[in-house]
């Protein structure tokens, strides 16, 4: 499926997951749809496994975790993000690593201060390989951390935007 992409979301320096200065970030870049879902760009390496060849279940978890908590800015702006309250995750496939993969999320049920959400982590043939639903508070980020983290090291990407990431699915 064609997803058309209307906005980059902003990355930090130093997260586990996004943070470009980080040696052991996933470097994964965010994008929203026109559909206010967003999808990930990542690639696990050698850093993130568990068994030979294959991601940890917990990078995973952070992924979907990150995704689903992000899907929130598409519904509002890039200092809105959601505080993890309940995630559950369903595995159903070993992720491989030095691949680029794909992770959906979205907005299930935005309730005001809660909200709930889904998202998928997609093999390149299309298979979904990790599913997780959860429920997140949605928080400005200056609740979350202090200015200076907004001003130094929370900013747009710089990469050029794409029209339209294709995730398949089966």
């Known amino acids: 499926m064609q997803h058309e992409i209307k906005n980059g979301q902003h990355i930090s320096k130093n997260c586990m997951v996004c943070g470009i ?4 970030s996933l470097k994964t870049q965010f994008f929203e749809t026109t559909e206010k879902e967003v999808i990930a760009l990542f690639t ?3 850093e993130h496994q568990s068994y030979p060849g294959i991601a940890h279940g917990g990078v995973s978890a952070a992924l979907l975790d990150e995704v689903i ?3 929130i800015m598409a519904h509002y702006d890039q200092n809105t993000f959601g505080v993890t309250v309940d995630l559950q ?5 070993p992720v491989p690593l030095d691949v680029e993969l794909k992770v ?3 907005i299930t049920k935005d309730r005001g201060r809660l909200y709930e959400g889904s998202g ?3 093999l390149p043939d299309g298979t979904v390989a990790v599913s997780a639903e959860g429920k997140y508070m949605k928080r400005n980020l200056q609740q979350i951390t202090d200015s200076d983290f907004v001003a130094e090291e929370w900013f747009a990407p ?4 794409p029209d339209e990431i294709e995730v398949k699915d089966q």
């Open 21 to 24: 200065e980080n040696p052991f």
């Open 44 to 46: 696990a390496r050698e």
């Open 69 to 71: 908590g992000r899907a």
């Open 89 to 93: 995750v369903r595995y159903k496939k």
């Open 104 to 106: 959906v999320g979205r």
């Open 120 to 122: 998928e982590l997609y």
């Open 158 to 161: 710089t990469a050029d935007l």
